[in-house]
């Protein structure tokens, strides 16, 4: 009796088929365009950007390589990273992450490149509460998808051009990312500063879209626009000062239970700080933050500074600090915190306090009420808005 049978030739088990590596298929493809350095699963590029891409969802549908790359792009002298997502496709792997490059390519890299290399700056000045910055615009590049080669291209920054000076502060680098897209009735609009969504600016990309003929296919334009102040950055405080204090401040919120404690927890954020306006700034916009997130109402693009009988209005891509609360916020929701917790904190925001009044006056549920932007005032007489 034989214990052990011989397997047949045609038995063996194939070799196992490798996996496309995705991240490595974009960064290579979008190289060979840069000539950077591939280092540590990025690029590294002159004059201190660096490159780098994560994967999302990858998947075949009749035959055809579906791709959504993220990709991120830092720099010292960026804020917060530029992050841009891409769709692309091919009939193969390869083909589908050297779409995505070209995309990445035509979208963002030409205008930095510009930037880079200060190619036909349009001069952007910007003056609101009393300052004056100036920018150097550069945006030449737009991507379409699904469109006739035989329409010409169209500037979309120039639909918001007039509006753009009301969102820049003092960074030293701003991008505005424009994106628009419509298959049949379904139309996307979507005007981000820094990452940051700006409802208000894609108001007048709407009669642009409304001519799209897109039933038949989808339809797709984007554009970037860099924009690059002119003087070194002087802000006296850093992002991570901001964040910290903002940390700190969560931990000692959620225990208040009288003024008492609230007035000691502003004298412990004072100095944490070591600067009493981004303690004041911290302490304000947590509640009104954390209430805009968990509540699901449509707030606009605005901050009202009081400053005695005035309010005077600018934007909140205009204030440093107030998407590096958001920022904190974010963490904090994702921590998943106890749910009284995050209560006893957005009970102390007057915009709460207000939907709670109309919802009792009313009847509107939070979700269908618009707030138009957060109203706030700083004792310090020398307040200055970074």
């Known amino acids: ?4 049978k011989k397997k047949n030739q045609g038995d063996a088990e194939a070799p196992a ?8 298929g974009i960064l290579t493809a979008l190289n060979e365009k840069l000539n950077g350095t591939l280092y540590d699963n990025c690029i590294i590029m002159p004059r201190g950007f660096t490159i780098d891409v994560k994967i999302g969802k990858t998947e075949d549908k009749e035959n055809v390589k579906l791709l959504q790359a993220l990709f991120i792009v830092e720099h010292d002298d960026f804020d917060e990273p530029l992050i841009e997502p891409v769709d692309s496709q091919g009939q193969t792997p390869e083909e589908a992450a050297k779409m995505a490059a070209d995309i990445f390519y035509g979208a963002v890299w030409h205008p930095l490149d510009q930037s880079m290399f200060k190619k036909n700056p349009i001069h952007i000045p910007v003056t609101f509460l009393n300052q004056h910055y100036d920018f150097d615009m550069y945006a030449q590049s737009i991507v379409r998808i699904g469109t006739s ?3 010409k291209p169209v500037m979309l920054i120039n639909g918001i051009i007039n509006q753009i000076p009301k969102y820049l502060g003092s960074k030293k680098y701003y991008w505005v990312r424009i994106y628009l897209a419509k298959h049949k009735d379904r139309e996307i609009i979507e005007v981000r500063v820094n990452g940051s969504v700006c409802g208000e600016l894609s108001r007048p990309y709407k009669p642009y879209i409304d001519t799209w003929d897109a039933s038949d296919r989808f339809l797709c334009e984007k554009q970037y626009a860099i924009f690059v102040q002119r003087d070194e950055d002087k802000c006296p405080f850093k992002k991570e000062v901001v964040m910290n204090t903002a940390r700190e401040a969560l931990k000692r919120m959620v225990k208040i239970t009288n003024r008492d404690e609230y007035l000691k927890m502003a004298e412990e954020l ?9 303690a004041a700034e911290v302490r304000i916009f947590i509640p009104e933050i954390l209430a805009k997130m968990t509540l699901g109402y449509q707030e606009g693009d605005s901050l009202f500074l009081i400053d005695g009988d005035n309010r005077i209005e600018f934007k909140k891509t205009q204030l440093r600090s107030y998407f590096y609360i958001q920022q904190v916020m974010i963490e904090f929701l994702n921590s998943r915190p106890p749910q009284e917790d995050v209560q006893k904190i957005v009970m102390n925001s007057v915009a709460f306090r207000e939907l709670r009044k109309v919802n009792k006056e ?4 939070p979700k269908d009420l ?9 004792g310090s007489e020398n307040y200055k808005v970074w």
């Open 149 to 151: 080669p035989d329409e």
């Open 17 to 24: 088929v490798k996996e496309f590596d995705y991240k490595m």
């Open 362 to 365: 009313q009847g509107h549920e």
């Open 370 to 378: 618009f707030v138009p932007g957060t109203a706030y005032k700083v």
């Open 1 to 4: 009796m034989a214990l052990f």
């Open 270 to 278: 004072d100095e944490i700080a070591g600067n009493k306006d981004i």
